[in-house]
C-alpha cells in the first residue's frame, strides 16, 4: 500500500481541522504495522484510479440493467462478476450478482432470495455464524434455528439433522459456513446435501457465507467443497479482505432461476431493480476489476501460497515456543488460546471465550509475526495475564 | 410489566455492575432476581424503563433477552435442541427462532422465541429458567 504522508496544508480548512486530519493519519499509519488479527489486506495501490474520485459516480440499479445515470461502472463491475462467476465454477450466463458494501450485504441478500424462494423456510445456521446474521434473520423476518458447532467451529452435523428431522415438512434455507470468523472453520456441504437426502428433504436453498476463503479455496490444490459446482445457491464473498480496498465491498452471486422470482416480485414498483440498495457506491467495483487484471489468477494464486506458508509458518513458531496453534485446512487463520491481553490488545488480536486468531493476510509478514511473539513471550513472562502460564 | 433476562458468567460483582449500570442510566429497578448456575447466572429485572434498560446491557455487553424469548436450560448435547423444537410442533405452535446464549457445561442456555409465547412456556416448564 502506497502510504500518503500528506500534511493537508492544501485543505480548505482552518490549522486545527487539517491538524486532526493529520493526527488521525498518523494514527491509522502507526495502527496499520500491527493488525494481525482482522482479515483485510493492506496490500493495495489504487492510487491511479483517483481521478474517477473527482466524480459522483453511482452504480444505482441492477448492473445489468441500462441506466440513465449515466455516471456509472457497471461494464466494469460486470466484468468483476464474470470473473468471479468462473472462478466460483456457475454454469455458463446462469448466474447474477452485483458488487455489494461487504460480505453482509451478499449474506443478506442469500438469505432474502432463499426466504423469497421459500417464504415458510426455516433457515438453519451454526453456532460460529458471524453475528451480523441473526440481525439480518430478524430484520428479514426470517424464521431460524441456531445449530450447535463442534469445538473446532464446524456445524455439528447430528444435531443438524435431529433437528432437520422434526422440521421435514419445512423448506430448509441452510446457511453455510465457507470459514468461519473465528476459526476458519468449513461447513461440509457434502454432508449437508447428504443429510437432506437421507431424510428426503428436497426443497433446500444453501447460502453459502465465504467471505474470507472465497478468495482462498479457488486458488488451491485441494479446496473443500464451496462453490456452485457442490450445489450451492448463492454465495457472499467480501472484497475487501483478500483482495483488499479501501472501501469495504463484496461480490454476491446467485443462480439467475432464483433472481428472476425476486424480479417478478419488484415489478409492481416498476423496476426490475433486484439489488437491496438503491444508489451503490461505484468506485469499489474498480478497484476490484483493477485488481483483478493487475493481478490475474496467477498472482491471486501466488499470494494465497504466501499467506498460507505465513499461516504455516505462525503456527509452527508459536508450538516453538510452547504455545498450543493450530489452523484448517486451507485455512490462513491460526488459533491459539487467549492469553497476555495487553499484547493482544497491542496488535489488534481478536479474541473470543477462550480463543485468539491472527489471520495472515498478503501484507502481513514473518517479522511481524516475530515481533508479535518476542511481545507474547514477554507479556507472558511478565505475568500481565495469568491465563497465558498454563500454555508456556 | 416487562421483565429482562441476563445471562453472565458466575463472578462477584455482576449485579452491582448491573445496578450502576441502570442507576447511571437513571432507569429504576423494580425488581430483581439472581439464579446461580454451575458458571453462570442468571438474572432477572423489571424495571420502569424497558427499552432504555435494554440499550445499557448492549452497552456494557451484556446479553440481554427481552420477554418475547422463552430461556431454557438444556443439556449441552446434539439434538437436544431438536427434542424441544418437538413439543412445539406436535403442539401446532410455530417457531420464530431458537439461539443457543451460552454454554455453561454440560448444559447450555438456550433462548427461543414462538408465535404463541405463553402456551410455549407451559410445553417447557421442566426446563425453564427464571
Not at chain 1, 493495495?44 to 440493467?65: H, I
Request: glycine content about 6%.
Amino acid at each position: 500500500m502506497a502510504v500518503q504522508q500528506g500534511s493537508f496544508e492544501d485543505c480548505c480548512l482552518s490549522e486545527s481541522h487539517n491538524k486532526r486530519l493529520k493526527t488521525l493519519l498518523d494514527s491509522i499509519h502507526i495502527e496499520a504495522d500491527r493488525f494481525l488479527g482482522y482479515p483485510v489486506s493492506q496490500q493495495f495501490d489504487y492510487s491511479c484510479l483517483f481521478p474517477f474520485l473527482t466524480y459522483p459516480m453511482n452504480n444505482v440499479g441492477d448492473p445489468y440493467t441500462q441506466s440513465n445515470y449515466h455516471l456509472n461502472s457497471h461494464s466494469f463491475e460486470r466484468e468483476v462478476l464474470a470473473f468471479f462467476s468462473k472462478l466460483l465454477n456457475a454454469p455458463d450466463d446462469g448466474v447474477w450478482g452485483y458488487v455489494t458494501n461487504g460480505g453482509t450485504e451478499g449474506n443478506m441478500y442469500g438469505i432474502y432470495l432463499g426466504r423469497e424462494i421459500f417464504p415458510n423456510g426455516m433457515v438453519y445456521y451454526s453456532e460460529d455464524t458471524h453475528y451480523s446474521v441473526p440481525k439480518i434473520l430478524r430484520i428479514l423476518s426470517a424464521r431460524n434455528i441456531m445449530i450447535k458447532s463442534q469445538p473446532n467451529g464446524e456445524m455439528d452435523y447430528q444435531d443438524f439433522a435431529e433437528t432437520i428431522s422434526i422440521f421435514r415438512d419445512v423448506p430448509a434455507i441452510i446457511f453455510a459456513n465457507i470459514g468461519t470468523t473465528m476459526t476458519g472453520a468449513m461447513d461440509n456441504l457434502t454432508k449437508i446435501k447428504e443429510i437432506l437426502k437421507q431424510r428426503a428433504i428436497t426443497n433446500y436453498y444453501i447460502h453459502a457465507d465465504a467471505a474470507l476463503a472465497g478468495m482462498i479455496l479457488p486458488f488451491v490444490d485441494h479446496p473443500q467443497p464451496f462453490d456452485f459446482s457442490s450445489g450451492i445457491d448463492s454465495i457472499s464473498i467480501s472484497g475487501h479482505k483478500m483482495i483488499g480496498s479501501p472501501i469495504p465491498c463484496g461480490v454476491a452471486l446467485a443462480r439467475k432461476n432464483h433472481v428472476a422470482r425476486i424480479a417478478r416480485a419488484v415489478e409492481y414498483v416498476g423496476t426490475l431493480d433486484t439489488t437491496i440498495s438503491g444508489s451503490r457506491n461505484a468506485i469499489s467495483p474498480l478497484f476490484l476489476w483493477y485488481a483483478i487484471h493487475q493481478k490475474g489468477k496467477l498472482g491471486f494464486r501466488s499470494m494465497i501460497q504466501n499467506c498460507i506458508s505465513v499461516a504455516n509458518y505462525t503456527v509452527d513458531r508459536l508450538n516453538q515456543v510452547g504455545i498450543k496453534a493450530w489452523r484448517h485446512k486451507n485455512s490462513v487463520t491460526v488459533i491459539f488460546p487467549k492469553m497476555s491481553e495487553k499484547v493482544l490488545k497491542k496488535w489488534q488480536i481478536a479474541v473470543h471465550r477462550d480463543i485468539a486468531h491472527i489471520i495472515t493476510m498478503p501484507n502481513t509478514s514473518k517479522t511481524q509475526i516475530n515481533a508479535f511473539i518476542d511481545d507474547l513471550i514477554q507479556g507472558i513472562e511478565e505475568n500481565d495475564d495469568v491465563t497465558g502460564k498454563q500454555y508456556v | 410489566m416487562k421483565h429482562i433476562t441476563i445471562v453472565t458468567e458466575r463472578r462477584l460483582g455482576v449485579v452491582s455492575e448491573i445496578t450502576e449500570s441502570l442507576a447511571a442510566a437513571e432507569i429504576n429497578i423494580e425488581t430483581i432476581q439472581t439464579e446461580l448456575h454451575d458458571n453462570s447466572s442468571v438474572i432477572n429485572l423489571t424495571v420502569d424503563r424497558y427499552d432504555n434498560a435494554l440499550q445499557v446491557f448492549q452497552n456494557i455487553g451484556m446479553h440481554a433477552i427481552s420477554e418475547d424469548a422463552i430461556l431454557l436450560r438444556l443439556k449441552d448435547e446434539p439434538g437436544a435442541l431438536a427434542k424441544i423444537a418437538r413439543r412445539f410442533t406436535d403442539a401446532g405452535i410455530g417457531i420464530r427462532s431458537i439461539g443457543l446464549i451460552k454454554r455453561d457445561q454440560p448444559f447450555a442456555f438456550v433462548a427461543i422465541s414462538t408465535e404463541r409465547t405463553a402456551e410455549a412456556l407451559s410445553l417447557v416448564e421442566d426446563v425453564l429458567v427464571g
